[in-house]
């Protein structure tokens, strides 16, 4: 298994163009850029608020729990022309089979939303993280930006 990272959801933050997720260790923040409606569903658990319906993320969640499984850990895995890549480990067990490990390739935007849904941890591979600009100003700056328009 490579060396990896775990970050956790540090900020969301609308743009023109989608969402700002900012990804952080403590010391260190990264950001991408994902679709609004995934942002609405990470941020609608950060908040703990409940939709009237369930979203998709809730639907595929509860599909899990009914199989007897659960997200164990999602890590994003590399970055090709900007676009990250991730991979999302559920584990299962119920009554007909014995314990089962899945890895899945996903969207990191999906993996978040789900492993905010079973407080599962988030991870980047380490040689990623190091290669990835600190972009904890630019958080704070648009942190500030968001207050002076308000």
Same mark, same amino acid.
């Given at each position: 298994?490579?060396?990896?990272?775990?970050?956790?959801?540090?900020? #969301?933050?609308?743009?023109?163009?989608?969402?700002?997720?900012?990804?952080?260790?403590?010391?260190?923040?990264?950001?991408?850029?994902?679709?609004?409606?995934?942002?609405? &569903?990470?941020?609608?658990?950060? &908040?703990?608020?409940?939709?009237?319906?369930? #979203?998709?993320?809730?639907?595929?969640?509860?599909?899990?729990?009914?199989?007897?499984?659960?997200?164990?850990?999602?890590?994003?895995?590399?970055? %090709?022309?900007?676009?990250?890549?991730?991979?999302?480990?559920?584990?299962?067990?119920? %009554?007909?089979?014995?314990?089962?490990?899945?890895? #899945?390739?996903?969207?990191? &935007?999906?993996?978040?939303?789900? &492993?905010?849904?079973?407080?599962?941890?988030?991870?980047?591979?380490? %040689?990623?993280?190091?290669?990835?600009?600190?972009?904890?100003?630019?958080? %704070?700056?648009?942190?500030?930006?968001?207050?002076?328009?308000?």
């Amino acid at each position: 298994m490579p060396d990896l990272v775990r970050v956790e959801p540090v900020a #969301l933050m609308p743009t023109q163009a989608g969402c700002a997720v900012f990804l952080g260790d403590g010391s260190k923040v990264i950001v991408f850029y994902i679709d609004p409606a995934v942002g609405v &569903s990470i941020n609608t658990v950060l &908040s703990g608020q409940a939709p009237p319906r369930p #979203l998709t993320h809730d639907l595929f969640q509860s599909a899990l729990e009914a199989f007897g499984g659960k997200v164990a850990r999602a890590v994003i895995v590399r970055m %090709e022309k900007e676009i990250y890549f991730a991979r999302l480990i559920i584990e299962a067990q119920n %009554e007909i089979m014995e314990r089962k490990i899945v890895e #899945l390739d996903a969207r990191p &935007s999906d993996c978040i939303a789900l &492993s905010v849904r079973n407080g599962a941890p988030l991870y980047v591979v380490r %040689e990623l993280w190091d290669r990835l600009e600190d972009m904890s100003q630019t958080l %704070e700056m648009m942190r500030k930006q968001g207050e002076e328009s308000e």
